[in-house]
């Protein structure tokens, strides 16, 4: 039988190593004084209520709308959004299934614009070549913590009337010149679940400035689009969600969100150490962090390697960094949504709805072909997302031991 992909703890549950491991998680100090008071008011506090205040005011944003996770809290999103079917989203090609799936479920259409050159985030320039005349927002997502440059994404938009929305999953209060990740468009998705880098239990949450937008998020997402009628009670005015978070999860991730800002500014500490140490090993070169990036919120950790400099694949040197010691250093591939995404290329193919004509009015095409930068730079990037706010420099100076030696074991 196939074997189901893992998600959290179970993840990273068989991986050994002599690194930290994210999990057993740091919790913050109140999780139990506040799951207590979760169960001592009999399920009646407000618990949601204070986490969804506590996360908007931390990100300086007027709504929080808090949800099980991000893949639901991007499908309240799409589902709130005023578009049609065979409407085009253009997504970041490196990410997760998560950040397509409610815009799937709406009948819009992915289109996956290009990474910029070396690294893993698409920009103004590969966005622009992907715009039509059915194009209505942009998703742009923040991989590993490394965001997106936004005013140049925002100033195409405005030119072309394209709303644009954040993934920032991965990049829990990294900053863009003084701004936080999450509060650079209309709307941005976040996810706290266990593994991520404010790992709460299965979370997330939407976050807004937009009145109209978060009243229809709550209305579409999570009342079900019911509203009550005098004489009759509920109505289900449109099919929508109940993605609500539970109460308990709300009081994890308060706590959380108590010792968050410290665990990021250690780990931008702790990512430039190691970026600082990977840099000086030849033919091993870290993503840079651009300029205009301030605080940078690591969730994950990754180096490229140039495969003319050792006489082994990119997978044997990852396979070589997790036996020594790295847990769960290894190729994404996978990243690749246009490839990862087989379904999408066959419901294209056949002309499934909405690739029927209409509502679609083109044809698509998805393979690792359709992203050609993001497919090369997956070939030779290894990663690991076990780096997580327990790194120590003394942590940063093994992980850069373990490459070296496996780089000059294979030194060409
Ligand atoms: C970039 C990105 N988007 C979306 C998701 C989905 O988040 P969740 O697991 O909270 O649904 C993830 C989770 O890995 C992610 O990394």
Redesign the pocket.
């Known amino acids: 039988m196939t074997e189901r992909a893992k ?2 703890a179970a993840a990273v549950a068989g991986l050994t190593g002599t690194l930290p491991n994210p999990f057993p998680r740091t919790m913050g100090p109140n999780a139990m004084k506040y799951l207590q008071e979760v169960v001592a008011s009999g399920l009646s506090c407000d618990m949601l209520g204070r986490f969804e205040k506590a996360f908007a005011e931390a990100l300086g944003v007027k709504h929080c709308i808090a ?8 499908a309240a999103l799409s589902a709130a959004f005023d578009f049609a079917p065979g409407d085009e989203i253009i997504v ?1 090609p490196i ?5 397509i ?1 409610g815009l799937i479920r709406e009948n819009y259409i992915p289109v996956f614009a290009d990474a910029a050159l070396g690294t893993v985030n698409l920009s103004a320039e590969t966005i622009k070549a992907c715009i039509s005349d059915r194009t209505r927002a942009i998703l742009a ?3 590993t913590g490394l965001i997106c440059d936004m005013d140049p994404i925002n100033a195409l938009a405005e030119e072309y009337g394209l709303i644009v929305y954040e ?4 990049a829990v209060f990294s900053e863009y010149k003084g701004r936080f990740a999450g509060t650079l468009g209309t709307a941005a ?5 266990s ?2 880098t404010l790992g709460s239990d ?3 949450c939407v976050v807004t400035n937009d009145d109209d937008l978060a009243e229809m998020i709550r209305f579409v997402g999570q009342s079900r689009g019911a509203v009550m009628e005098a004489h009759f009670g509920r109505k289900h005015v449109v099919p929508g969600y109940a993605y609500r978070m539970t109460q308990s999860t709300a009081a994890i991730t308060l706590a959380q969100l108590e010792i968050i800002r410290e665990q990021v500014a250690h780990r931008d500490k702790m990512a430039r150490l190691l970026m600082q140490m990977m840099a000086e090993i030849p033919g091993v070169t870290p993503i840079p962090i651009p300029d205009y990036q301030g605080v940078y919120s690591c ?1 994950m950790f990754g180096v490229s390697i140039d495969p003319t400099q050792f006489d082994c694949a990119p997978e044997d040197f990852a396979r070589e960094m997790a036996e020594a010691g790295i847990p769960g250093a290894g190729l994404g591939e996978y990243y690749l949504m246009p490839a990862a995404c087989t379904f999408l290329e066959e419901n294209a193919r056949s002309g499934v709805y909405p690739y029927s004509t209409p509502p679609a009015s083109y044809e698509y095409f998805y393979s690792a072909d359709s992203c050609p930068n993001a497919r090369d730079f997956l070939k030779t990037w290894i990663r690991w997302s076990t780096f997580c706010e327990k790194y120590q420099p003394e942590h940063c100076e093994l992980a850069a031991a373990i490459v070296s030696q496996v780089a000059d074991k294979h030194r060409l």
């Open positions: 998600y959290g949800t099980p996770g991000c893949t639901p809290a991007l970041s990410t997760d299934y998560g950040s799936q997502v923040h991989k993934d920032a999953c991965q998705g976040f996810s706290f679940d593994e991520k299965v979370g997330g969730w």
